[in-house]
């Protein structure tokens, strides 16, 4: 067992059990601290994988924004940072069935596909620059539509959850 | 390779070469140095800055008029490290209903999250942690982190004081990081890199003098990041006791006050780093071991003159700091970006005198523009002069002039 | 080095927990924490997918989906967020299943 496979191996352990544990956590705070966790391993395989920019814009993205937005947002909906009562409906059981049958059918047809064992990475590092994503994202015979749409999706979310969050002052009289 | 004029490299291919000769495998020894540079790294920023603590002290103190720390050793040289032995023999105190786990990892998380930072630096032509393309994307990733401890630190505390001083904190290293990585990308632009060294080689002329506005801006907005002066809104004692870490005692206090003044400390070095040409400097390719000296020399500048606004500035309000953040430095910001990119890209880079000189009127055009705005939008919500009526005296008539006239 | 199937397994893996916490959690935060888990088991499956297979090709695809996905991740939890905040001011509650009337 080499190095990169024993830090594989440690980070896929924190980011099940963490995601295992931010699904199952009575306490939605604790639940988001867990989901941090899991984002930061997630975090670690990417640079496992030699994409250093998603592993960075990981957590910038994730941890920086959207996980300080759930921490928030669990705060401000909770009178007391108390949680009562129980926190699954009754469908757990069935949704378990299912899920580990999902899993089993995701296991089977992995196996099912005989290449996959015998498939390692081919080194080159010269491909991951930035700059040519860069240049394919603005390119016109590249990505330049599908990044537009992203840019007017996110000035759509912007608007629209100013909008949404937005008190009315008259409704307060 | 010289000693003299490389040591840093120097000493590390000397040590490869003795431990290779040992018949440890390569792979083991690389790891093994990166380990202990890390180490290194990580213990000069931390001794650093308890000299730091004490310049800070006695530099604020002549710039408040006392004399700052003065008993411990020569000027009170050593107050710092009775500070430090009267922290490390105070008792730790795990005030009723905290959550063990959050209260006591965000001590820890708000120092690694700024050495963490250390790792990508360049400290000289030669010396530095790791050149990774993304440079300047991993610091304000890292900053997120930051922003966790003291969520962690607020959460954790099970105190309202420190959840309130946690959520004004948060919300103001978000949005002051807006404009700051808006403007991170004129560097970008310019070196055509995000790796900090390969920023650090373009900048034989630095980029202040290409982009003062921009430069500016992300001096504010490191500030602000900090929490300090202007902006320690995060720590504001008549408002919020003392912020986030108000139920942290001993060494776990100590941590977020190490974490404070190194951030402070760090990001003058980015600042130095990604504006004022790092090492750069006259004679650095010959004698790369003077880059560190220009990069010292450099940063305690910035410190300096941080320094010199965090004693002398008066405190923001909390509306008064995000409408600065929101309706002034963010579209600031973006219209820099916007005029920095055409008047790049519509003069040729061989003609280097017009270029900068086109980008240098541009930048104030821009900068003249948004002041006129600032003074018209000032002169339209004036601010509401305060005048009082003549203080009681114990001998009125030796009033002095100035206050005369204001009471007449 | 790490063979192809890891990657793959422990994406199917985060997203079946995702899928679970969706599906059985109340609290309509944790939902939305459940779903962010399966857009990430979805990211390193697409990252994983194309080291493999297609970074020597120069196809940046598969970059270009993840970036996507990065968006709207951004996007959804922002305005998923704002609606929880703002139904919560009107009910009083952020348990899913109680929040059930079109009018407020």
Redesign the interface.
């Known amino acids: 067992m080499t190095g990169m496979q024993l830090i594989f191996l440690i980070a896929a352990a924190v980011v099940v059990s963490s995601a295992f544990m931010s699904v199952t956590s009575r306490r939605m705070i604790h639940a988001a601290l867990w989901f941090v966790l899991a984002l930061l391993g997630v975090a670690v395989i990417y640079a496992l994988l030699e994409v250093s920019f998603f592993a960075v814009v990981q957590v910038l993205v994730y941890v920086g924004a959207i996980a300080i937005l759930i921490i928030f947002a669990t705060m401000l909906t909770r009178r007391a940072l108390e949680d009562h009562g129980k926190q699954f409906n009754r469908a757990t059981l069935m949704t378990l069935v299912i899920v580990s049958v999902i899993f089993a059918g995701l296991v089977f047809s992995l196996r099912s596909w005989p290449q996959i064992q015998s498939m390692t990475a081919p080194l080159s590092a010269d491909q991951l620059d930035v700059g040519v994503l860069g240049l394919a994202l603005t390119a016109p015979d590249g990505f330049a539509l599908p990044f537009e749409v992203t840019s007017i999706l996110l000035l759509a979310a912007l608007i629209g959850s100013i909008y949404v969050a937005y008190e009315r002052k008259e409704k307060k009289k | 390779m010289n000693f003299i004029y490389d040591p840093v490299p120097w000493v590390i291919n000397w040590l490869t070469q003795l431990l290779l000769s040992w018949g440890l495998s390569e792979n083991f020894v690389t790891t093994l140095l990166y380990l202990v540079g890390a180490v290194l790294i990580c213990l000069g920023a931390m001794l650093f800055t308890t000299m730091l603590i004490w310049a800070e002290r006695k530099i604020g103190g002549r710039f408040q008029d006392r004399l700052g720390p003065n008993r411990v050793g020569p000027w009170g040289i050593f107050q710092s490290i009775a500070d430090m032995l009267k922290i490390f023999t105070k008792e730790y105190i795990n005030p009723v209903g905290i959550d063990k786990i959050p209260f006591n990892l965000a001590p820890i998380l708000a120092v690694a999250a700024v050495l963490a930072v250390w790792a990508v630096i360049p400290f000289s032509q030669t010396v530095f942690g790791s050149n990774i393309n993304v440079g300047i994307l991993f610091i304000i990733a890292i900053g997120g982190l930051g922003e966790m401890a003291i969520i962690l630190a607020g959460f954790g505390s099970n105190n309202k004081y420190a959840l309130l001083g946690a959520f004004r904190a948060v919300a103001q290293l978000i949005s002051y990081e807006v404009p700051m990585v808006i403007v991170l990308l004129i560097p970008v632009m310019f070196s055509g890199s995000m790796g900090l060294n390969d920023i650090v080689q373009a900048q034989t002329i630095p980029f202040i003098v290409y982009a003062p506005v921009a430069c500016m801006i992300f001096f504010i907005c490191s500030i602000a990041e900090n929490g300090r002066a202007p902006f320690d809104l995060l720590e504001a004692d008549s408002e919020l006791v003392a912020g986030y870490n108000i139920e942290y005692s001993g060494l776990k206090f100590g941590m977020f006050f190490v974490a404070d003044f190194l951030h402070a400390f760090t990001s003058a070095i980015v600042f130095t780093t990604i504006f004022l040409g790092g090492w750069q400097g006259p004679g650095v390719e010959q004698i790369p071991v003077l880059g560190g000296a220009y990069m010292l020399i450099k940063t305690l500048l910035v410190y300096f003159l941080m320094l010199a606004i965090r004693f002398t500035v008066p405190r923001f309000r909390i509306d008064q700091m995000m409408a600065l953040n929101w309706k002034i430095l963010t579209p600031l910001a973006l219209v820099t970006v916007v005029m920095t990119a055409l008047v790049d890209k519509a003069i040729p880079h061989e003609m280097t005198a017009i270029r900068i000189g086109a980008l240098l009127v541009a930048n104030l055009i821009l900068w003249l523009l948004a002041d006129r705005m600032i003074t018209t939008f000032s002169k339209r919500n004036p601010v509401q002069v305060v005048t009082g009526k003549l203080r009681p005296l114990a001998r009125p008539e030796i009033l002095s002039v100035a206050e005369k006239e204001t009471a007449q | ?10 994406a ?10 969706v ?5 309509a ?2 939902i ?3 779903i ?2 399966m857009l ?1 088991a979805a ?2 499956n697409l ?2 997918f194309w ?3 297609y ?2 090709t ?1 196809d ?1 695809r598969g ?2 989906f ?3 996905i ?10 998923g ?6 139904a ?2 009107q009910k009083q509650t ?1 348990v899913a ?1 109680e929040i059930d009337s079109m009018k407020g």
């Open positions: 080095m790490i063979p192809l199937y890891w990657y793959l397994l422990l199917a893996l985060l997203f079946c927990i995702g899928l679970f916490g599906i059985t959690r109340k609290n935060v944790g939305l924490i459940s962010e888990l990430n990211n390193i990252l994983a080291r493999y297979l970074s020597e120069g940046l970059q270009v993840v970036i996507i990065f968006v709207v991740a951004a996007a959804e939890a922002a305005v967020l704002a609606m929880i905040i703002s919560y001011r952020v299943n």
